[in-house]
């Protein structure tokens, strides 16, 4: 397995694409996360039954969020992507999430080159109104079994402030 943040750069995100790697497939109840210490996966922790994640999870390389882990994406597909697969992707927007750990920021992103539905989905406005409940429900209460309260949905941003979220952990990243 390479180790993603040396052999990947974040992407193009000023002009809206970034290199996303694929953490947990969409459904899965399973908590893979990067290791960077290792550059390996590591099976985190394995989740209830009644929360599996609404879309695919994964990271941009060479990034930092505020919760010290790389900078999350969430990948809008029609099927799960497989641990380990990394994508250019476009960006869509952000969701704004804070855990116990403090910021932990979404990027939602599409595949750069989606030809089942010709590229259709621009902006989260093209997104259904019902995944969009169904992520912020997610996130809003994933850890409630075992730790109430420990996650608030703070809204959605735009492309433009993915980007300043983006460009952030970026600089995060290098000062290391």
Known sequence: MPDFNKVLQPGDYQNGTVNTVVEIPMGSTMKIEWDRNH????????EPQIFPKP??????PQTLDEDGDELDTLIITESPL???VWLEAHIIGILNFQDEKGMDHKVICVPA??????DAIKSLDDLSPRLKEKIEY?????KDLYQPGATKVLGWGDTEAAKQTIAECIERFKKG
């Open 39 to 46: 550059a390996a996966f590591v099976l985190d922790r394995v």
């Open 55 to 60: 879309t695919n999870y994964g990271f941009i």
């Open 82 to 84: 497989t641990t380990g």
């Open 113 to 118: 080159d989606e030809r089942n539905t010709g």
């Open 138 to 142: 997610h996130f809003a209460h994933y």
